[in-house]
């Protein structure tokens, strides 16, 4: 950690202690430190809450809710522009069930929900999508 300053190298020794570090301290450390200093901290930090052989991690589902979207993005294949395009799409309540049960069978633990830009989509729209789930799948939102 010799590339650190002082504070970043406290930041990281609280870490190892099990002191729990700010917003703004955990900023700063991810600005400065290396990502193998930060690896070696996380390390540590996982082998004193697990047995070196376990790894943990989650199952969820990332669902996409529209197709429709108006941002350009570089990194996105599937976009259309317009909702009256042949293949744009909103999820009904039906199908994102049958997306949502899918994913309970499989095991999941959380949602990752994910759509377009679209403009013919109100606020409220979002709002009762994420009410919906709730409602329906308590176990995946508590």
């Known amino acids: 950690m010799t590339a650190l300053n002082q504070t970043s190298k406290v930041i990281l020794s609280s870490c190892l202690s099990g002191r729990r570090i ?8 991810w600005k400065e430190a290396t990502y193998p200093e930060l690896a070696v901290v996380a390390h540590e930090i996982r082998l004193r809450q697990n047995p070196p ?14 197709n429709v979207c108006n941002s350009d993005c570089s990194f996105c294949a599937f976009y259309r522009h317009d909702s009256t395009h042949p293949e744009s799409y909103v999820l009904s309540h039906s199908i994102l069930k049958s997306k949502v049960d899918e994913a309970v069978a499989l095991g999941a633990c959380r949602l990752l929900l994910q759509g377009g830009h679209n403009d013919d989509l109100p606020y409220s729209f979002h709002q009762e999508m994420i009410s919906w789930i709730h409602e329906t799948y308590p176990p995946l939102t508590s």
């Open 22 to 29: 700010s917003k703004d301290e955990a900023l700063l450390i």
């Open 53 to 66: 052989t376990v790894a943990t991690y989650l199952i969820d589902r990332n669902i996409n809710y529209t």
